[in-house]
Every structure is written in C-alpha cells, then in structure tokens.
C-alpha cells in the first residue's frame, strides 16, 4: 500500500506548505532509483507552486513532474489520454485532457497556475506536417491560451532542443548568440516554436531551454543503442571525427527548475549539456568503459544508415507508426560538430551539470536491466 501513504503525505506537506520529503521515492515501480540518488541536485522548496506540465507522460516531462512533487509544488498534466498515464500512471497530479490544437483544453489547462512548463512534443514524426503542427503552431497556441487566460503567469518555460540551433559552424562549441541553422524538419519546425516563443515574450515571462541530446531512465533513443551493445556489437557510425554534447536527464531538469526560478533573464534561450565534448566516433568505447561491457566494434557506413531510413520511413506510411531513424535524423548524425556552450547557462541561471557520463550511463543501465528493457 504505498500510494495512499503518498496521498496521506501530500494531503499534510500542502495543509502545513512543506516540500515532499519521505514517500515519494517508495511511490512505487520505476522510480525508486531516485531514493539512490538522493536529493543533492534538487533543491527543496517549501514554497507551493502550482505548475503546469505539458508531454508529462514523455520521457523527460515525467522526470520533471516527479521533481516538480518532490518539491512540493502542486502539478497540473495535460495529457491526451487519461486511459494511458504511461509514467504518471499513480502520480498525484491533476489531469486534463487536450492536446496542443484544442484551444479550450489549454486555456482551461493554463488557468491558474504559476508556472507552465512546455515539454509536449515530437521528435519522430510521419511527415514534416507533423513536426510542424505540434512543435511549431503547438508551441504559439500554447502561448496564446496563457495570455488570454493567465497574463499572470509568472513563468512560461519553452523546452526546446539543440537541434533548432543546428551545428556548430566553426570548431568551437555553438553558443546562443550564433546563427541557428537546423538541418533536420524536427530542428526546423523546433526554432520555429522557438520564434513563436520569442514574438511573444513581450507579453509573457519567457525563457527557453535548449537541451543537446538527453538520455537516462526511460529513454528510447538512446536506449537502442544500449540494446545493441547489451547483443556484444559496438556499432561504429562514422569514420571522422565528429563531436556533440550529451547531458543526463535530471542535469536537464535542474536546469529547467533553475530557469523557472529565475528573475533577471527573461526572453532569453541557453544552451544545456553536461559541459563536455564527445567523439561520436568512439561512443561505443565510451559506453563500453563506462558499463563494463564487452562488445566487438563493427563500423556502419553512412550509406547503409540512410537506405535503413529511407526503408523505415516508407514503412512508417503503411504501419502509420512513426521510424525509429529517418532521413532527418540521419542528416543530424552526419554532422561534423554538434558540441554546445553552457557558459551562460552556467553564469546566468549558476547552472552546474551533477551527473558525469560514467554515472549517468551507468544509473540509465541498471534502470534498463531492472525493468527488463535489456
Ligand atoms: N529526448 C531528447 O534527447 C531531447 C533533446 C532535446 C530536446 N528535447 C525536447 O524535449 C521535449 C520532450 O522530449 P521527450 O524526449 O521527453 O519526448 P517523448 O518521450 O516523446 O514525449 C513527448 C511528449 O509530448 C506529448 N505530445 C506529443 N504530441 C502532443 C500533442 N499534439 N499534444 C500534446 N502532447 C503531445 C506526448 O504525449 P503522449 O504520451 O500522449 O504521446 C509525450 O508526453 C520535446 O519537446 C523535445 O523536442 C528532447
């Protein structure tokens, strides 16, 4: 019976405002991990909020709402089923049921809460449409549904992504300030939601987030990777010497919470990783070290990658399920450079990344193995 214990604690944390100290890493199947963690990157409030979560039942918003509890903050999801929580499934969060088109469930969603934290939307699509649709016009009719029924919404955090910045030019790292040119639909149609963020920030607290690729618990991208190497093959992609940034999901969630709290940088977009640079070229090595792992380097060329994507996509439009991998991914992955800079993320919010590679790899594993995803 641990969930009416959670009840029982939340119903006394809210009546005396305290944060969430004791039940919620035994609420159950898929989060003890974070007893393990301890609390050390989560500050403790005891000040209640109340938040909205948009693509809370996705991967990075469910880390999110869970913290947001642990915090003491009372959490609004928008959800587009209550039939299928996924990772809310038992959470005490409040539920309303929409999506990112139905006007009416985002103002009835917006309405009344301190914060909106918008993580809703889609990195594998059918078609560019779609990317378009929910990550773009999403984004602006998100936006809008807070204006008109909450103009005093204290803060609006846009999750947005690496990719609508594009890579890195030079070979530097890409910082904020420089020219965003995404190469993929999904990059495109997220700097366009990134737009939509910016139009409008005149008339709402606005910071926007712009994480480099995240994995951790429940993640299923980086996850099929973690599958072929548990079969004993190390996939090498590329020959060259190509870079990017990683970051663990709760760095990510740091960041976030940190932005929300944050008076003076409004309007403003900040790149987030763990602050170091990776060879994609040697990744199987780095995930091989990290976990122990035995696995024997097998080297893909790029063409055979694309012909995969070119298949999945063309089977996508039968099965109607979005690929895996498609065209646009695979022109991510063939760039030189996807490093970012977190120096003013580092300076501006005093964001500092807690979760080394090693460590991140190896608590994402063991969460695989105990779940039986591996
Ligand atoms: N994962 C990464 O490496 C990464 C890196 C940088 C940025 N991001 C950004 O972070 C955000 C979350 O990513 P994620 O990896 O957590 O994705 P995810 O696991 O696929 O979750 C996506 C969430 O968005 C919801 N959603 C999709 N379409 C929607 C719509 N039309 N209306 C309302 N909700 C909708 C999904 O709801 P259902 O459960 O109903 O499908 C789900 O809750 C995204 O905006 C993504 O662009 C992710």
Redesign the pocket.
Known sequence: MKFPIYWLELFIRQSLKLPCLLSYPLAGKGHAYFALLGHNTIRLRNMIQKALV?????????HLVETLLKRGSEVRC????KL?L?WLHGLPVELIE????NINSLREAVKGVDQVF???????AIDEKTYF???AI?TKNLIQACIETNPNLKKFIY?????AAGPCQSNGRKRESDECLPVSP?GRS?RKGEEFCLELSSQIPMIII??????GP?????FAFFKILSKGIKPQFSKREQRISLCYVLD?IEAILLASESKSSEGEIFFISDGQDYRLDRMGDLFTEALNLHAHQIYVPGWIISWVASASELLSRFTKRPPLINRGKVEEMMQENWLCDITKAKTLLGYEPQFPLAVGLKITYEWYLKERWL
């Open positions: 948009t693509g809370g039942t996705g991967f990075i918003g469910s928008l959800v587009r089923n299928d996924k929409g999506h990112c088109h918008h993580s809703a939307g889609v990195t594998k649709e929910v990550n999403g999750l947005s992504s690496q990719a999904y997220k712009r994480p480099s690729a995240v994995y429940r993640d299923r991208d980086v990510v």
